[in-house]
């Protein structure tokens, strides 16, 4: 599981990505997220720079494991 912080531009195109949490540690779980997150596509209709905060869950040996995603767009 990774906590990941996304700074998205007035577009809603990313231009930061900061890893706060990962689980397990060292295992490569929060550059991935990183990667993912910098592809994802957002909306962000408030037409400002925005942030969110969501979860990552990774669930290695599984095809279709459900997505966590708690979004918040902070002011």
């Given at each position: ?34 990667a993912l997150a910098h592809v994802m596509v957002y909306s962000n209709p408030t037409g400002e720079a ?26």
């Amino acid at each position: 599981m990774v906590l990941i912080e996304v700074t998205l531009d007035r577009h809603g195109r990313p231009t930061e990505a900061l890893v706060l949490g990962e689980e397990p540690l060292d295992m490569g779980f929060g550059a991935a997220a990183s990667a993912l997150a910098h592809v994802m596509v957002y909306s962000n209709p408030t037409g400002e720079a925005a942030q969110l905060k969501f979860k990552v869950r990774f669930a290695p040996g599984r095809e279709h494991a459900a997505a966590t995603q708690d979004t918040k767009i902070l002011p």
